[in-house]
């Protein structure tokens, strides 16, 4: 018995039955391990706001169970509901985050008679991120928590901070102080600015870390530090440092090979960084230095990533990083479909992994049409379809099987001002590019995501939250 019910992203198997109903009736009990506690409160809060029923941890009433299992694959999640109670199964945390997840979206469409059923489910990318940027436009803690929430409810994995740029510098490094005093309150247009301290960003990585989600911290050099250089004067070849930039042009500011002072400012940088960040990776940027020769260009990326490296992390970078000589493991991501791809496939063989996030399609900061009152379009328009509509293998040619280890989403906020315009950015489009990273190409399909994206949009319309009804759905 089909049951209308639109999960997106779409799982592996969703088979429904005719078997007696879940009823809520006037709430449930989450049931959990004893070192699963705070999962289980925060399962416990997202079905009573999703039901409008109390959901208590351990509480009487029909029960929902969470339980790690062995052997499953990453991530992967069982959610069974039959009358007596749901069972949700996992192989590790994350996974039961997912199969919350699930859970959610199917008592949010079925309301207090929850039909009987099984969805079986695992992802296709092991990395599925949205990099968003807040040195643009500075969205502090808040806000970050409900893009978390966004990216939580569609299975993404990674939340990639840009925490730099030429506009502003959003992170308090306990080493180097003066790069958030000095240069945290500027922003694009003379818009506030603002930081996230220590604390802020550790409490983040937790917020984050429940949900499944591990974030990813970038600091773009050696282009895109106007505000570092205007932070520290020594990182400038005349020691007299740079006025605020608050503009949106990219590609003038730069770091200098030969100053005394670079190296010990990204030893520092990515040695605060790595010590406050659980993740395996830090982000070294890399993208758009136009106005720097390609020997130092090389000499300064390979400074930046040794400092990664020593301080225990993994590189991640933005593709022009794949023209220099780089360790095996390090990612690089795609975004600039203009470029000639040879280097990444060259990086791919020596053993560098590749992250998709073209901008024709997943760059979230563009306009989904002419004309549309936020974004750029520098890439092209993206429709909801464009988000959709592409395979993340095929985008560059003679790349070695499996080099390409994830999808990211991308949204920088030269435009974006506020949670709204950001969440109007991301959504409907972050649910499509989730499913690109996450359902295996032969079970998508435009047509059938175009049918179940929109019972989303009744969700965050009625959660307040703000998106376009872009072309292609019924919303
Ligand atoms: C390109 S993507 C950039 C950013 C801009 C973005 C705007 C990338 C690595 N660099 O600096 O914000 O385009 O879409």
């Given amino acids: 018995m089909p049951a209308p019910i639109a999960l997106v992203p779409l799982p592996r198997s969703v088979v429904w039955t005719a078997d007696d109903p879940f009823v809520i009736g006037d709430g449930g009990a989450v049931l959990v391990a004893a070192d699963q506690a705070d999962f289980g409160a925060l399962a416990a809060t997202r079905l009573t706001e999703a039901t409008g029923r109390p959901f208590t941890v351990g509480g009487r009433g029909p029960s929902v169970e969470f339980r790690l299992v062995e052997g ?26 997912h199969g919350l997840a699930t859970l959610r979206q199917v008592v949010r469409q079925a309301g207090p008679e929850v039909p009987a059923g099984r969805i079986e489910d695992a992802p296709r990318f092991g990395w599925r991120g949205l990099s968003v940027d807040i040195a643009r436009h500075f969205f502090g803690p808040a806000e970050l928590r409900l893009v978390v929430d966004l990216m939580a409810e569609h299975k993404l994995n990674v939340l990639h901070l840009h925490l730099s740029d ?4 959003r992170i308090d490094l306990p080493g180097r102080p003066e790069l958030a005093a000095r240069s945290g309150a500027t922003a694009v247009d003379g818009d506030p600015g603002g930081f996230l301290t220590a604390d802020d960003y550790r409490e983040l990585i937790d917020y984050a870390a429940l949900r499944g989600i591990r974030v ?15 932070a520290v004067p020594e990182l400038t070849p005349d020691g007299a440092g740079v006025d605020v ?27 605060d960084l790595a010590a406050m960040t659980p993740g395996e990776y830090l982000h070294i940027g890399g993208d758009e230095v136009h106005t ?63 992250l998709m996030s073209p901008g024709s399609r997943a760059y979230l900061d563009m306009q989904y049409h002419e004309g549309f009152p936020l974004g750029l379009h520098w890439a092209g328009y993206v429709s909801l379809r464009d988000a959709y509509d592409w395979e993340p293998t095929t985008l560059i040619a003679g790349l070695p099987e499996d080099a390409v280890i994830g999808v990211e989403a991308a949204v920088w906020t030269e435009t974006l001002r506020t949670l ?28 059938d995501f175009a049918a179940r994206v929109a019972a989303q949009g009744d969700d965050w319309r009625a959660r307040g939250i703000a998106f376009h009804p872009a072309d292609g759905a019924q919303w």
Avoid: C
């Fill in 420 to 447: 709204d315009e950001l969440t109007t950015m991301l959504l409907p489009r972050l649910a499509a590019v989730a499913e690109v990273a996450w359902t295996s190409a032969e079970a998508r399909g435009w047509e």
């Fill in 216 to 230: 990813v911290p970038e600091v773009d050099v050696p282009g895109h530090v106007n505000a570092a250089l205007h």
């Fill in 166 to 169: 030429d506009q502003g510098w």
């Fill in 292 to 354: 720097m020769e390609p020997a130092e260009y090389a000499r300064l990326v390979a400074m930046a990533a040794a400092a990664v490296r020593d301080a225990g992390k993994q590189v991640v970078g933005w593709q022009e990083i794949a023209t220099t000589p780089l360790e095996p493991g390090t990612v690089v991501q795609f975004w600039d479909p203009r470029e000639d791809v040879t280097p990444f496939v060259t990086a791919a063989r020596a053993g560098a992994k590749l």
């Fill in 245 to 271: 930039y608050t503009g949106i042009e990219v590609g003038f500011s730069k770091l200098a090979a030969d100053l005394p002072a670079t190296e010990p400012f990204l030893r520092d940088v990515f040695g």
């Fill in 72 to 97: 499953g694959a990453a991530e992967s999640s069982t959610v069974s509901i039959a009358a007596d109670g749901v069972l949700v199964e996992a192989s590790d945390p994350a996974g039961l985050w």
